[in-house]
């Protein structure tokens, strides 16, 4: 099984911040990897497939990067909206989700 | 606008079966997988395994083979998810999610969009 790490495990930030946040994985996953985001009370929400891609409706402040085994989600200028927790996900061998970084407010 | 309704929460005794509805309204049901995901209280994701509305077949995590069965009614574009011999540690939040697609293409393997989530609790 591949395994996610994401870090840090939390991210304490102000609005307006740039947040970097880590997914790291046991073994090379290409490009199959998606990242969600996550409110309390709420289902997670696709935020970027293939790594790289915004899905649709999100906003362009969210950017994916990486392949291979560190991948990396950037929200450049955090929005109130944006505190929440972000979760990875890769497809390339069955499916595994890692285990979160929360961004909360500074 | 596709979306996804479960069905309401369950309190579960250990040994018991549990079997949750994801009812699709807005597109056409068939055409898309379904997904299932765990979500103990607290913690992270865990995905189950997935249903193909149109043929019925399934694949199913290795952790929850031989424990759960999911099937489809495509009459009234509903799927279930249907847990046996359930432990404590199935009290989770249970959610579907359907395969994500953009105006030219489907990710079979991508979640959006998801039900609103199903608590399950297992307690004697």
């Known amino acids: 099984e591949i395994v996610l790490t994401q870090s840090p495990a939390t991210l304490s930030l102000s609005p307006g911040e740039r947040a970097t946040l880590s997914c790291r994985a046991s073994q090379s996953v290409s490009s199959y990897l998606a990242w969600y985001q996550q409110k309390p009370g709420q289902a997670p929400r696709l935020l970027i497939y293939d790594a790289s891609n915004r899905a649709t409706g999100v906003p362009a402040r969210f950017s994916g990067s990486g392949s291979g085994t560190d991948f990396t989600l950037s929200i450049s200028s955090l929005e109130p909206e944006d505190f929440a927790v972000y979760y990875c996900q890769q497809r390339s061998s069955w499916l595994t989700f890692g285990g979160g970084t929360k961004v909360e407010i500074k | 606008q596709v979306q996804l309704v479960q069905s309401g929460a369950e309190v579960k005794k250990p040994g018991a079966s549990v079997k949750v509805s994801c009812r699709s309204s807005g597109n056409t049901f068939t055409g898309y997988y379904i997904h299932w995901v765990r979500q103990a209280p607290g913690q992270g994701l865990e995905w189950m395994g997935w249903?193909?509305?149109?043929?019925?077949?399934?694949n199913y995590a290795q952790k929850f083979q031989g424990r759960v069965i999911m099937t489809r009614d495509t009459s009234i574009n509903t799927v279930y998810m249907e847990l046996n011999s359930l432990r404590s540690d199935d009290t989770a939040v249970y959610y579907c999610a359907r395969e994500y697609c953009t105006s030219s293409n489907c990710y079979a393997d991508w979640f959006d969009p998801w039900g609103q989530g199903t608590l399950v609790t297992v307690s004697s």
């Open positions: 249903i193909n509305p149109n043929s019925g077949g399934t």
